[in-house]
């Protein structure tokens, strides 16, 4: 009874700090965009809330268009299966199509990245899937970094908050940033995307971040890739193996996480 009472009272606890923790952050994350609106001038905000909105209509109307016409197309991404049936309908087109939503997932992220890539090398086979995710990325990526020099430094500091922004240049500005973003990519929980459209406003060249980004998604892709490639071999104990492999490699990135992020944030202090 008392061991249920300490472990009651451990997750009570635990669960109270990480909501803290997150409301702290909400709290932080709220007063530095207030802060960056309040200090930056009328006409650089106009300019970058009227960047922001022809960025909202196309991030919202693409998603609100397909919810308002073809609502089933949003179920049939809820699965690889599904996918799968939907674009076998299409086979003139699947892999352009597959392409497509590969780059929809990276500059809107309206749809999760693992079911299209188990899809690609379900229907082509391991190669071409792994063809299909890669210029779908690079794709993406170019986008989203061309996407963010347009927007400008204004306009992210009011959408992602100046001191994330500022963190994150850092990094990239830093004379060890190649080795800095493959690693961040490669750690599973941290947030990629804010990574990409931060990448157009620092002084990183683009051909590089593609290199290196690219670099740095290859491991999570081409494990997506070997999943849905051995489901279509109907390799079950293959895909149980992997699957474990997977499982511990991630419970060891996340475990070491704090410490990964503490390297990195300790090799771009230096500078």
Request: with cysteine; aromatic share 12%; glycine share 8%.
């Amino acid at each position: 009874m008392k061991k249920k009472n300490r472990l009651k009272e451990l997750l009570s606890t635990f669960s109270h700090k990480r909501r803290s923790k997150r409301r702290e952050g909400r709290h932080i994350f709220y007063d530095d965009v207030m802060y960056n609106i309040k200090r930056t001038s009328m006409h650089d905000k106009l300019v970058a809330f009227a960047k922001l909105f022809l960025l909202l209509i196309v991030s919202i109307g693409i998603p609100l268009s397909i919810f308002l016409f073809n609502k089933d197309l949003l179920t049939q991404f809820s699965s690889t299966e599904e996918l799968i049936i939907f674009l076998e309908n299409y086979k003139g087109a699947t892999y352009l199509a597959l392409i497509g939503l590969q780059v929809m997932q990276i500059v809107i992220s309206i749809i999760p990245g693992q079911p299209i890539q188990f899809a690609s090398s379900f229907i082509y086979g391991f190669w071409n899937g792994y063809l299909i995710s890669m210029i779908g990325a690079i794709i993406g990526t170019f986008l989203t970094y061309h996407m963010a020099r347009f927007l400008g430094k204004d306009a992210l500091h009011i959408l992602f908050g100046e001191r994330r922004v500022s963190e994150i240049i850092k990094r990239l500005n830093s004379t060890k940033s190649y080795g800095v973003i493959t690693l961040i990519y490669m750690i599973p929980g941290i947030p990629k995307d804010i990574m990409c459209y931060v990448a157009g406003i620092s002084e990183i060249k683009i051909i590089p971040f593609l290199i290196i980004s690219t670099i740095g998604r290859t491991p999570g892709i081409v494990g997506s890739l070997l999943i849905g490639s051995m489901l279509e071999s109907e390799n079950y104990i293959g895909l149980v193996a992997l699957v474990v492999v997977a499982i511990v490699i991630f419970y060891i990135f996340i475990r070491n996480r704090k410490r990964l992020i503490s390297y990195i944030d300790s090799k771009t202090h230096k500078e």
